[in-house]
C-alpha cells in the first residue's frame, strides 16, 4: 500500500464518476488534437502545391506588369543583376531558390520567339514540369520540409526534389517544343541568334505554357544578344510556402523597395489563408478547453473532497500530513489528466483521420508528437483544476464540525 | 510513569448560538498501561476532550502532554507525526476507507511510515488474525458486520504496536453481546501489550472495564476515580 495505490484504488473503485469528469478534457483534446492534426497535413499539402508550381514569387521591376512578364514586352522595363545578390545576402529564410532571368520577344526568319536568359542550375529546381528532360543532377529543394510540422511525420514528396540545369553553355541553347518545331531543329543543331551562334543541348518536353515557344540560353549570352548588360527582366523565387504566410514577402519588400514583388497562384494564397484560420481555431479551442477542461475537473475535485470529507479525516486522524491530502489530489489529478490527454489524443487522431478527406481533401496520419502535448496540457489543465479543492481539503481538519473560536 | 497529562485544558467552539465551554480546566493525569473511562451525558465534552487527548483538535487554552511530550503548541505536522506513530483510534463509526479491503485499511498506518511492502504485508495479516479476522481479509468494509468491522479497525490500530489508543464509543454500533467481545478484547491488550487505552462510553458496563474512570458534566470533570 502507499499514496498510489490509495488513489488509483479509489479511482476505479468510482469509475462512473471518473468517466462523467473526463468526458470534457477528452473531448476537449480531442477537438485540439484533430484540428492540428488536419491543420498540420493541410499545410503540407498546400506546401506541395506550391512546389508543383514552380516559382511562387515574382520580382519584378517597379513599373513592369504581369503581362509585361507573360508577354515578354520588348521595352518591358529591367532591374539591376545585383538585386540577386541582395537577396542572397539577406539571410531572409524561407527562400529555396533563385531564378534570375532576362526576357525578350525576338525574331528569327520572320517568326517571333521568346528568348530567354538563365542561370543554370537554379532554373530547372523551379520547374517542376521539365523534371522529365533527363539532364542535371538532384537539387533538394527545402522548401516543405522548412518547419518541424513539415519534417516530422514522414511525408513523402518526390516532387521535393528538383533536378538542376548542370551546365548551360554560353554557346548552348534549350528549345521548347513549339520553338524547335516551328525552327526545324534538334539536339545539336546550330541556331544563329542576332550575329551569335549556338548548339541545340536539349529539347524540352511539352509543357503547354509559354515555355514551349521560348529559346532557352546562358542569362550572360542573352544580356550579350540583347545587348542589355547586368540587367534582368525579373527574378522567379521558390518561396517556403510557411515562410511567405509569415511574411516572406513583406521582408524581400524592405530589401527591394523600388521592385513590384507578388505571389503566383491565387489558390496557394487562400489555402494559406484557410491554415491560419485553422490555426487560429485550435488556439481558440485550446483556450476554451483550457477554461471549460480546469473548470470540469475542479468541479469534479470540489465534489470528490466533498464527498470524501470523511476519508480525509481518516486518513488526517491516523497521521496523514496536510501536505500528504495535497500530494493525493493532486496525484488524482495528474491521473486524470494522463487517461484524458491519452484518450483525447486517441479521439483527436480518430476523428481527423476520417474527416480529413471530407472536409480538407486530404489524407491524414498520426502524429506521435501531439501525443506528448496532449497529455502535458490535460495533466496541465487537471493539476490547474484541483489546485483550490485540493488546498482547501488538505486544511479539513477531522472532526471539526463547529468553528473554534 | 506518567502517558497522559493535562493541566487546565479548556476547549471554546464558537457557534451560531454563541460560545460554547465544551472543557473547563480540566486537568489528569493518566499512568502507562492505563485503561481509562471517559463518560458523562450528552453534550458534556466526552468527545472533546478525547480528540483533544489524540491532539485530533487544537485546546483553547491549557496544555497537554502525551508520552512526556507536549502537545499543546507543536505544528500540525509533528502532530501528525505523533499520531502515526505512537497513537491508535477507534471509533464509534468504524472509520474504515469504504474501498479499501479490510487489509488495505490495516496497512494504511505502515504505508504513512513507508513501511516495506512485504513487512506491511506480514504485519497486517498478523494483527488480522490476532482479533479473528484472518479469513475476511480481503473483503470491503460493507462485505463485513458491524462487529467485524469494528475488529478491522482495532487491528488498524494495533498494526503500528501504539503505545496509547483512544476509543470513541467503540461498542456504540453493536449489540450486547459483540460489545463485551470487543471490550474483552480491547482489555486483553490492554493487560498483555501494556497499551493504554482511553475509551469514551455511555454504557456504565464498558465503564466498568476502566481502572481511571472520568465522569464529565457540562465540560468538567464531575468525578475521578482510580481503581489502582
Redesign the interface.
Known sequence: ???FK?VW??LW??KTQLISSLMAIVIGIGVIVGIRTINVYSEKAVAVKLDNLGANILVLPQAASIDDYYTSDIDAPTIPMEYVEKILTSEIQGVDNLSPKLTRRIEIGGKKYVLTGIQPKNEMASKPLWQNTGFGKELQASCAPTTEANTSHGYEDEKLKRKGVDSLDYSECLLGTQAAKSLHLKVKDKLKIQGTELTVAKLLDETGTVDDDRIFVNLKAAQEILGIKDQISAIEIMGCCNAISDGLLGKLRNILPDTRITTIGQIVSTQIETNKMMKKTSIIFLIIILFVGSISIGNYMWANVNERK??I????????????IYKILLLKACILGLIGGILGYALGTFAAYYMGPVFAQIEVAAIPLFLVWAVLISIGISITGSLLPAYFAARF????N???? | MNILHTENLSK????KDG??NALKNISLTAEKGSFVTITGPSGSGK?TLL?TLAG???P?SGSFSLMGKNLSCVS??EL??????N?G?IMQSF??????TAI?NV??????I?MN?AI?QSKAVEVLKTVGMGERMNHLPRELSAGQQQRVAIA?ALVNAPSIIFADEPTGNLDPKLSVEILDFLKAINQKNNITIVMVTHSPVAADYGNVRIHLDNGEINTMTNKN
Open positions: 500500500m502507499n499514496l490509495l484504488i479509489e473503485n468510482k470523511k476519508e479525516g481518516i486518513l488526517r486522524m491516523i497521521g496523514c500530513y496536510k501536505s500528504e481538519e477531522p472532526f471539526s463547529m468553528q473554534e473560536e | 471554546i467552539y464558537h457557534h460560545l460554547v468527545t480528540l485530533l483538535i487544537r483553547s500540525d505536522s501528525a507525526l505523533f499520531r502515526r506513530e497513537v483510534f472509520a474504515l476507507i469504504p474501498y479499501l488495505q496497512k494504511l498506518p505502515l504505508a504513512l513507508k511492502k506491511q488498524r
